[in-house]
């Protein structure tokens, strides 16, 4: 059997290779406008997800028998209802109206699943989201961040300073609780095919939310 911490390195290779080139929300190569209207819908669709990753987040805390894991769950709560109550007050501030936001049914059906996840082991439930959804998150706001800030700039602060780094802690709960659990052949199986089935998931996500965005909805 493969050390856990080797297993969770490969693991990361293989979540890494998996989403090159297939982070298509926004387009480096578009115009400045355009690359614009794509920042923006993120950010309105980053306040739907940061609202869902509230209540997922809830629903799962009775489900990790994991003392270690569990506590450390309520103060991501807490991370995603500011990172929530940051996206609105920024588009607020840009003019725009966060809460006439439609959600894609793809979006809904994502975070529908995963509140209903709340069931499965631990060690799948963190490895889907925390491990390899909040490190792709940190890769793709990297990117935003990059793209935004000559754009707009603010935007790339907030993102920068009060997102970011909490994006990160989140992710090393991922890690952790691989660490931790995916000690046998059968946990690290269980770990791999959660982190595929989330990233095949979130990429379909991906692709009808950068279809909405190049309409300018």
């Known amino acids: 059997?493969?050390?856990?911490?080797?297993?969770v390195r490969e693991l990361a290779q293989e979540n890494q290779a998996f989403?090159?080139?297939?982070?298509?929300?926004?387009?480096?190569?578009?115009?400045?406008?355009?690359?614009?209207?794509?920042?923006?819908?993120?950010?309105?669709?980053?306040?739907y997800n940061e609202l869902r990753s509230v209540e997922l987040i809830a629903a799962w805390i009775p489900w990790v028998p994991e003392r270690e894991i569990r506590d450390l769950l309520p103060r991501q709560l807490d991370d995603e209802h500011?990172?929530?109550?940051?996206?609105?007050?920024?588009?607020?501030?840009?003019?725009?109206?966060?809460?006439?936001?439609?959600?894609?049914?793809?979006?809904q059906a994502l975070f529908d699943w995963l509140v209903a996840c709340r069931h499965r082991p631990t060690v799948e439930k963190l490895a889907m989201f925390q491990f390899a959804g909040e490190t792709q998150s940190c890769e793709g706001f990297e990117t935003l961040i990059r793209l935004a800030q000559d754009l707009d700039p603010e935007t790339a602060e907030l993102y920068r300073t009060q997102i970011l780094p909490d994006e990160y802690r989140h992710s090393?709960?991922?890690?952790?609780?691989?660490?931790?659990?995916?000690?046998?052949?059968?946990?690290q199986q269980q770990a791999r095919e959660a982190c595929r089935e989330m990233n095949l998931k979130v990429f379909d996500a991906y692709q009808a939310h950068r279809a909405r965005a190049d309409r300018g909805l």
């Open 1 to 7: 059997m493969r050390g856990t911490e080797q297993f």
């Open 19 to 47: 989403w090159a080139g297939r982070d298509v929300r926004l387009d480096p190569e578009a115009r400045p406008d355009a690359l614009l209207t794509q920042i923006r819908y993120r950010m309105r669709q980053g306040v």
């Open 82 to 107: 500011r990172h929530y109550q940051l996206l609105r007050r920024r588009l607020k501030e840009l003019g725009e109206d966060p809460d006439t936001y439609e959600p894609l049914p793809e979006w």
């Open 172 to 187: 090393a709960i991922g890690r952790q609780t691989l660490l931790l659990l995916a000690d046998t052949p059968e946990r």
